[in-house]
């Protein structure tokens, strides 16, 4: 008995003799080993051009057009001051901003509704309409711009703001795979809901949607960024330079003087910085959202 009681003591502090002791490290074996190396060099490859592009920003035109890696010169923020300077970088950052956040929002939602008609309810037609879906993703969206551009026109949303946002809500893939998530939602706790009374929006709202934060959370996040770097509709819906995006307001800071190398990626570093700052926020949420849902082929 006394040996039992020894063994039960609980130190002060409520852990027990086995939590306080130090965990062992797991020794990486040849298989571990080989896969971070892997890593590594997978990790380099991305970051390498990402690098050199930084590097080459920094750089005078005079540099940036020698095959030399480090500046002769020195580094200059000159073709940032050049860029900055001669566009609205401002306002497009703000236009870029607005119509991708409220892209996302309007696609999120639209796409968690129609997602959760096709996995909860049943309707005539159901079957053919998801087949439309489904097929509606392997649609490239460039077949669509002459028809979308010609409907803008028509309905005078061409140079505005909803012009360039609509016809980007539709993204049947989100559709998919926020149904793939809805699927793995327990029946019971709608059932259980319904009993109580509640009604077929509130039983979405209350249960369905805060049981798909991470879903929501990286299907939000993939939206927007792919509305802040798509360049092709916004080019051709947008001629206003006061409605431009920034990946395509930046496409018009256009030296006379040939390619300007250090000018370019600079353009490229400024479009790219905001994505950047959303990942190092959002990280977690994209990585929680990859692992829990139809992302990362679960």
Do not use: C
Request: net charge positive; glycine share 6%.
């Amino acid at each position: 008995m006394s040996t039992m009681t020894q063994h039960l003591t609980v130190p002060a502090g409520g852990r027990s003799a086995a939590s306080i002791a130090p965990a062992k490290r797991r020794k990486l074996g040849p298989a571990g080993i080989s896969a971070l190396v892997v890593l590594i060099v997978l990790a380099a490859a991305w970051l390498l051009p990402f690098f050199w592009a930084i590097v080459t920003s920094l750089k005078s035109e005079t540099d940036a057009a020698s095959a030399t890696l480090w500046p002769a010169h020195g580094f200059t923020f000159e073709a940032y001051a050049k860029v900055l300077a001669e566009g609205n970088v401002p306002i497009w950052a703000w236009n870029s901003l607005f119509t991708s956040a409220l892209i996302t929002a309007i696609t999120v939602l639209t796409s968690a509704l129609a997602a959760y008609a096709f996995s909860r309810m049943r309707f005539r037609g159901q079957k053919w309409a998801y087949i439309v879906a489904i097929a509606a993703i392997a649609v490239p969206p460039q077949v669509l711009i002459v028809p979308l551009f010609y409907e803008m026109l028509a309905m005078n949303l061409v140079d505005t703001y909803w012009g360039l946002i609509l016809p980007q809500v539709v993204q049947p893939i989100i559709v998919l795979i926020l149904k793939q998530f809805f699927d793995q939602i327990p029946i019971e706790l709608e059932e259980a809901a319904r009993v109580d009374g509640a009604s077929r929006l509130r039983v979405f709202t209350s249960i369905v949607m805060p049981l798909s934060r991470p879903i929501l959370a990286a299907a939000s996040i993939f939206v927007f960024v792919w509305a802040w770097n798509n360049f092709l509709w916004p080019f051709i819906i947008i001629n206003d330079p006061h409605l431009m995006t920034l990946p395509v307001g930046l496409q018009t800071v256009k030296s006379a003087y040939g390619i300007q190398y250090a000018q370019n990626m600079a353009m490229a570093i400024l479009a790219a910085l905001p994505l950047i700052i959303v990942f190092l926020f959002f990280q977690r949420q994209i990585i929680k959202g990859i692992a829990t849902t139809g992302f990362g082929g679960q």
